[in-house]
């Protein structure tokens, strides 16, 4: 009985995998440009399954199009948030900053509120709602999409690090901001346009998850604290880290839920993160930091 | 005043507090008013330690909401499911959130950046889920119903007005507690490893065990905030505890100035009423906390309250005079030969000027022959690919000054960073005297007698040049947690202890008459000069300096060069990473140069000097 449903937990594990892989990504990506951590990352998920609801279901627009704006959109106000607030604080001490994007997810998700209510909204996913039998483990197509198009994104992410000047230029200003300045990059300019790549990555992790387990103004922070988890997991700051460590923390997740007790499914992640900041705090793939004094 | 047992140094504005909570319930018959002033005195003292976290750690807790709820669920169901009596239930919730909290703050504390506030939030959760899935003992998202109130014999505190009054002088309590804390060297330490970490940890100060402290402290606070609270409305459900509740906290911290107490209590009387205020627009409440968070935090980060005094008050009606006013009082005394290092460099000060009275220790009587103290054998250590040393070996014998020298990179500063614990080599040793320094912690090597000044001078800005003095002194107290909080006469003794000395070792440096200055004032070489002082605090046997004469004028360089040959005449063993060749060939009695990572030569200076491997190091090999 107990094997027949491994492969199930293993598919749903995957799959919730992915979405933590994109958020922990985001995490990261601002991570490198600015040794922030993003408290509204979780936020940007909620708000691009938010925005993608009210195009599709109130403007009535076709779905690539909505999906399209909801995440420039998201980038936007990613972009927003570093220029307005991070910005224009008086104190650059990183506690001060980071608790700013506490401040910043706190109000987001209380306009949300104001505006999509507090129920929770759904939408169709895609291809269809009858899913594929594969040992035992029933597949919906919108699984394969999440894979598929997570699979897509980390690929052409790798490709705009590894094979583009820009991308070359956001990974010289992560490794030493200073250096780079002094080579004429904009670490400014780069730093937008980390938090506009992890606002787009949120919203597309959100518009992905939400036909699977619907949205409501409130969950952006649980996904964005797991993505964080799966982040930790896999080594703060590293981008392999980020993907294996969210993938790893889906299927253990699911495991989890599945052999022990599904109502205790949210604290897993945090006894994960917990265990590994005991255990091993510089993650599966991260590096222990040198201090020069 | 402040000098007596438990009375803590702002007493008058202590007083005026209390005098007004007193007289306040006088002219209210209304109960409402007096329940949101109950809750008022309740958040006050979570916030408090909130306070006390940040000043110590730099970091701040979203899950303190967690442990407010863990501190009344668990004293509810001790009191009442299983019984016990009120104290045991106290005592039961107080000691099991102890608990913890201290497991939760041993991982999350040992690392660098704000691990903490990820670790808090994630924590509040799990408990969230914990209050609302565990319903055979907490009655789950219902809620848990009759709890008995608190009581003392027969007296029960049945009335809000009852309970207004303890619940007061409760937070007055632990308020004045608090102040105590921070008024005494172990705040001062606190506040020192706020700012600088690392350079508190080469003062000697357990920087990781005091932060721990704080923490659980902090979570103590609120599980006392948490028992008072389940015992008083006598009903809890977890929706009282989730995330918000924490978030809220935390944006009162924010807005009364993080760290500080007065503001912390200000920013909670604000926050506590905001509600009241908001009442029919229930649905703003989480959209407007969030934004005065953010708010605050952009244009104001000190918080509201400290930009409100600096407006509403001059600066004469604040709790100090102005540091100038001081300095010149201070400076009006007079009578000493120079006030000033600078000054003294000007009049060409003579020898007898120049002496560390304050240091009469054992090992006084200049340089022995007896064994090496510090040991340094087959020292190595790589990062990757890059090995920074290879296996090194040095000595160090009382009052001998051994010049590390070799080019950039050649492995100077990594060879201080693993004598003083910063650094673990991967293979070799590190012997004072007998005794293996290797698994100690930089704070531990700091006690046993390992000072050191950095490259780049490391001062306390926040701190006075006494209090950066002080810090120094940190070791030579011993007076713990129990007697800071209270200002035990003991305690007090020994703070006084420790500002004499510290103003005598002050003196010996010429910098007595600035005492009372912001470090900022002072100038390079009375910051290195400060630097050094504060080193020899420790009582050192061995001083480890980082290119003392790095940046200075050549006629300052010879001054501070005088009082480290000074050093040495009282026994203390030097270890001297210096470029400037004319300070090294001067005062070294021996030469480590380092090249790469290898040891390429030692010697005297004057053997060193004629080495070709040296010549070759410094100034390439000659084409033939």
């Not at chain 2, 000072?451 to 001062?459: A, E, I, L, P, W």
């Not at chain 2, 040495?568 to 030097?574: E, L």
Request: glycine content about 10%; charged content about 15%.
């Amino acid at each position: 009985m107990f094997w027949l449903l491994i492969p199930q937990f293993f598919v749903s594990g995957i799959t919730t995998g992915s979405i933590y892989a994109l958020i922990a990504l985001g995490y990261c990506l601002i991570q490198n440009a600015t040794g922030l951590v993003n408290f509204a990352q979780g936020e940007f998920v909620m708000l691009g399954a938010m925005m993608m609801v009210s195009l599709t279901h109130v403007a009535q627009l076709p779905m690539p199009l909505a999906f399209l704006i909801s995440t420039a959109a998201v980038a936007v106000i990613g972009v927003a948030l570093e220029q307005g607030p991070l910005r224009h604080s008086r104190n650059r001490d990183i506690l001060t900053l980071v608790m700013i994007t506490v401040g910043a997810s706190i109000s987001i998700r209380g306009a949300s509120m104001l505006v999509w209510g507090k129920n929770s909204h759904i939408f169709p996913p895609l291809g269809g709602e009858s899913p594929i039998v594969l040992f035992n483990a029933a597949i919906m197509p919108q699984s394969l999409w999440i894979l598929g198009i997570s699979l897509c994104v980390l690929g052409l992410l790798y490709l705009f690090f590894h094979r583009t000047l820009l991308g070359k230029a956001v990974r010289a200003a992560a490794d030493n901001p200073f250096g780079a300045v002094l080579l004429g990059i904009s670490v400014r300019r780069l730093v937008a346009l980390a938090f506009a790549l992890s606002g787009a990555l949120g919203a597309l992790a959100g518009i992905l998850v939400t036909p699977i387990t619907s949205m409501s103004y409130d969950a952006g922070l649980m996904l964005g604290l797991k993505g964080f988890a799966g982040a930790i997991l896999g080594g703060y700051g590293s981008t392999v880290g980020a993907v294996v460590g969210g993938l790893l923390l889906g299927i253990l997740e699911s495991f989890g839920a599945g052999l022990i007790s599904s109502a205790y499914k949210d604290a897993i992640a945090f006894i994960i993160l917990l265990a590994i900041l005991f255990v091993r705090p510089s993650g599966l793939f991260g590096s222990a930091r040198v201090k020069r004094l | 005043m402040s000098r007596l047992f438990f009375v803590p140094k702002d007493w008058r504005a202590i007083l005026l507090l209390a005098i007004c909570v007193g007289t306040l319930p006088l002219g209210l018959e209304n109960d409402y008013f007096m329940l949101i002033l109950n809750v008022l005195a309740l958040n006050a003292l979570v916030v408090l330690g909130l306070n006390l976290l940040i000043g110590s750690t730099g970091q701040v807790s979203i899950g303190h909401a967690a442990f407010y709820g863990l501190g009344a669920y668990l004293s509810a169901i001790a009191g009442t499911s299983w019984q016990w009596p009120l104290p045991g239930a106290f005592a039961f919730a107080i000691i099991l959130v102890a608990a913890v909290s201290l497991l939760l703050a041993l991982p999350t504390l040992r690392l660098e950046g704000n691990y903490l506030v990820m670790a808090t939030l994630g924590f509040n959760i799990i408990v969230t889920i914990l209050f609302n899935q565990m319903e055979p003992l907490t009655g789950g998202p219902s809620g848990f119903p009759g709890i008995p109130r608190l009581s003392l014999g027969s007296f029960v505190l049945s009335t809000d007005r009852r309970f207004y009054y303890f619940i007061w002088a409760v937070f007055l309590a632990a308020f004045c507690l608090t102040l105590n804390l921070n008024d005494s060297r172990l705040g001062r330490a606190f506040k020192a490893i706020h700012e600088n970490d690392l350079a508190a940890q080469a003062l000697g100060i357990p920087s990781f065990r005091y932060k721990v402290v704080a923490f659980v402290l902090s979570a103590v606070y609120a599980a006392l905030a948490g028992f008072c609270y389940a015992h008083y409305v006598t009903f809890i459900s977890p929706k009282t505890f989730d995330i918000f509740y924490s978030v809220q906290l935390v944006t009162m911290v924010v807005v009364g100035g993080m760290g500080s107490l007065w503001g912390g209590l200000a920013g909670t009387v604000l926050l506590t009423f905001l509600p009241e205020l908001l009442r029919h627009f229930e649905d703003f409440y989480v959209l407007t906390y969030g934004l005065i968070l953010m708010g605050v935090l952009v244009f104001c980060p000190q918080g509201l309250v400290p930009v409100f005094l600096s407006v509403r008050w001059p600066s004469t009606w604040r709790k100090r005079p102005s540091l100038a006013a001081r300095a010149s009082s201070d400076s009006s005394r007079g009578g000493e030969p120079a006030s000033s290092p600078s000054q003294a460099l000007g009049s060409g000060m003579s020898e007898s000027a120049l002496s560390l009275r304050c240091l009469k220790d054992p090992h006084a009587g200049g340089r022995s022959d007896a064994a090496a103290l510090l040991r340094l054998r087959k020292v190595t250590l790589g990062f990757g690919g890059l090995q920074a040393l290879q296996s090194v070996s040095m000595e160090v014998g009382q009052g001998e000054i051994v010049a590390l020298i070799g080019p950039n990179g050649a492995g100077k500063t990594t060879l201080l960073n693993i004598i003083s614990g910063l650094l673990k080599p991967q293979h070799g040793e590190v012997l004072l005297e007998e005794k293996s320094l290797l698994g100690l912690s930089p704070h531990e090597i700091a006690a046993c007698g390992i000072g050191r000044t950095f490259q780049s001078v490391q001062m306390y800005h926040q701190f006075s040049v006494l209090e950066n003095m002080l810090v120094g002194f940190h070791v030579q107290g011993d007076s713990g947690f129990l007697a800071a909080c209270l200002h035990m006469p003991g305690e007090r003794r020994e703070e006084a202890l420790l500002r004499e000395r510290a103003s005598d070792l002050l003196q010996d440096f010429h910098m007595d008459a600035k005492a009372h200055q912001p470090v900022q004032h002072l100038s390079l070489l009375e910051q290195k000069l400060l630097e050094m002082a504060r080193a020899l605090a420790l009582r050192p046997r061995i001083l480890l300096m980082d290119e003392p004469v790095g940046g200075l004028h050549p006629r300052e360089s010879e001054l501070l060069v005088r009082y480290i040959t000074l050093l040495r005449q009282h026994g203390i063993g030097i270890v001297l990473v210096e470029h400037d060749m004319n300070v090294v060939m001067r005062v070294a009695d021996r030469v480590v140069v380092l090249q790469h990572g290898f040891r390429i030569a030692t010697g005297t200076p004057k053997e060193v000097q004629q080495d070709p491997r040296v010549i070759a190091a410094y100034l390439g090999v000659k084409r033939s």
